[in-house]
């Protein structure tokens, strides 16, 4: 996940994260879901140069609707999410991936949820 998505994953993830990967044709995208405190959901953020200080509310995971829902991703259209995104690149890479994030802060543990794409 690292090399390919560019994506960094903090040790306070492995115990809890899940993920899925979509491959058809030219499109490659890969799910990730993983619950942590706030210093974890903040390490990774950090790790991955997201920047929280202006996210959107969103009604509903930001994602394909059906997606998820094999995998017990919440289909509640009424559940808020913090939902921000950005475009994450690695020197020496010659890909760049589109991450789109939603983080429910109001669980006790913050539950993140990831689509990441690549461009």
């Given at each position: 996940m690292q090399d390919y998505y560019h994506l960094q994953l903090?040790?306070?993830?492995?115990?809890?994260?899940?993920y899925?990967?979509?491959v058809q044709m030219?499109?490659?995208?890969l799910y990730v879901r993983f619950t942590g405190d706030d210093a974890c959901v903040g390490e990774f953020l950090a790790a991955n140069h997201l920047d929280v200080k202006q996210p959107r509310t969103t009604k509903g995971l930001p994602f394909q609707p059906a997606f998820g829902k094999d995998y017990g991703w919440p289909q509640d259209t009424?559940?808020?999410?913090?939902?921000?995104?950005g475009t994450l690149t690695t020197p020496g890479?010659?890909?760049?991936?589109?991450v789109l994030i939603a983080i429910d802060?109001?669980?006790a543990a913050r539950e993140v949820y990831l689509r990441a794409g690549i461009l």
């Amino acid at each position: 996940m690292q090399d390919y998505y560019h994506l960094q994953l903090p040790a306070c993830t492995q115990n809890t994260i899940r993920y899925a990967q979509y491959v058809q044709m030219t499109t490659d995208s890969l799910y990730v879901r993983f619950t942590g405190d706030d210093a974890c959901v903040g390490e990774f953020l950090a790790a991955n140069h997201l920047d929280v200080k202006q996210p959107r509310t969103t009604k509903g995971l930001p994602f394909q609707p059906a997606f998820g829902k094999d995998y017990g991703w919440p289909q509640d259209t009424t559940r808020q999410f913090a939902t921000l995104g950005g475009t994450l690149t690695t020197p020496g890479k010659s890909s760049l991936v589109d991450v789109l994030i939603a983080i429910d802060y109001a669980a006790a543990a913050r539950e993140v949820y990831l689509r990441a794409g690549i461009l």
